[in-house]
T-cell receptor, first 113, second 110 residues
Framework: SQTIHQWPATLVQPVGSPLSLECTVEGTSNPNLYWYRQAAGRGLQLLFYSVGIGQISSEVPQNLSASRPQDRQFILSSKKLLLSDSGFYLC????????????FGPGTRLTVT | SQQGEEDPQALSIQEGENATMNCSYKTSINNLQWYRQNSGRGLVHLILIRSNEREKHSGRLRVTLDTSKKSSSLLITASRAADTASYFCATAPYGDKLIFGTGTRLQVFP
C-alpha cells in the first residue's frame, strides 16, 4: 500500500531563516506531487505541482520554491522566511492520468516568529 | 483563487442526525471531490463524482452533483461523534489540479 510522509511535523523559525520541508511517497512510482498551504480556518491553496523529476509548476508567486530531486521526493524551500509564510503545509500525491484522487500527508505546522 | 464555496461554514448536530453540506463552484469541471480533515491533520479523500454523474453513494455518504447549477451536496446519514471534522469540496476544472473550497466545520455531539 502507498504511504506519504512529511517532516518535520511542527517547526518554529525566525523571520529571515531558511526553510526545508520534505515529503516522500512510498509504494508507488512516478506520482504527481503537490504542495499546499492552509491558513488557519481556511481552505487549501495549491503552491507547487510536479509531474516528474525536475518538473515543477508554480501556482502562485511567493517566497517559496520546490524541487523534486527523486521520483518520490518533494521538497519545499525558502531562502528567507517571512511572517506571512506561517501556516499548515500539506504534501499530496496522485496517480495522474484518469485518477484524480489526491492523498495527503499529515502536514507540517510552520510558525514564523 | 478559490473555486468552491461550502455552505454552511459551520454545522452542529446530534449523533444520529443527518448532516448536509453544500458546495458551489464557478467554472465547468471534470469532476468534484469531497475531503475530510480532522483538526490539525491531513485531508482524507471521501468520494469523487464525475461531471456526467448525478449521484453517488459510499457507505453513509451520499453526494449529488448538479452541473447546471454548478453545485454539489454531501449528505452524511446517521452521523457519529467521529464524523466531527471539516469537510471540503474540491473541483478539477482542468487536468488534475484541484481547487478547494473554504470548508464546512461539522460538530457532532454525542
Amino acid at each position: 500500500s502507498q504511504t506519504i510522509h512529511q517532516w518535520p511535523a511542527t517547526l518554529v523559525q525566525p523571520v529571515g531563516s531558511p526553510l526545508s520541508l520534505e515529503c516522500t511517497v512510498e509504494g508507488t512510482s512516478n506520482p504527481n506531487l503537490y504542495w499546499y498551504r492552509q491558513a488557519a480556518g481556511r481552505g487549501l491553496q495549491l503552491l507547487f505541482y510536479s509531474v516528474g523529476i525536475g518538473q515543477i509548476s508554480s501556482e502562485v508567486p511567493q517566497n517559496l520554491s520546490a524541487s523534486r530531486p527523486q521520483d518520490r521526493q518533494f521538497i519545499l524551500s525558502s531562502k528567507k522566511l517571512l511572517l506571512s509564510d506561517s501556516g499548515f503545509y500539506l504534501c499530496a500525491w496522485s496517480e495522474g492520468g484518469d485518477s484524480y484522487e489526491q492523498y495527503f500527508g499529515p502536514g507540517t505546522r510552520l510558525t514564523v516568529t | 483563487s478559490q473555486q468552491g464555496e461550502e455552505d454552511p461554514q459551520a454545522l452542529s448536530i446530534q449523533e444520529g442526525e443527518n448532516a448536509t453540506m453544500n458546495c458551489s463552484y464557478k467554472t465547468s469541471i471534470n469532476n468534484l471531490q469531497w475531503y475530510r480533515q480532522n483538526s490539525g491533520r491531513g485531508l482524507v479523500h471521501l468520494i469523487l463524482i464525475r461531471s456526467n454523474e448525478r449521484e453517488k453513494h459510499s457507505g453513509r455518504l451520499r453526494v449529488t452533483l448538479d452541473t447546471s447549477k454548478k453545485s454539489s451536496s454531501l449528505l452524511i446519514t446517521a452521523s457519529r461523534a467521529a464524523d466531527t471534522a471539516s469537510y471540503f469540496c474540491a473541483t478539477a476544472p482542468y487536468g488534475d489540479k484541484l481547487i478547494f473550497g473554504t470548508g464546512t466545520r461539522l460538530q457532532v455531539f454525542p
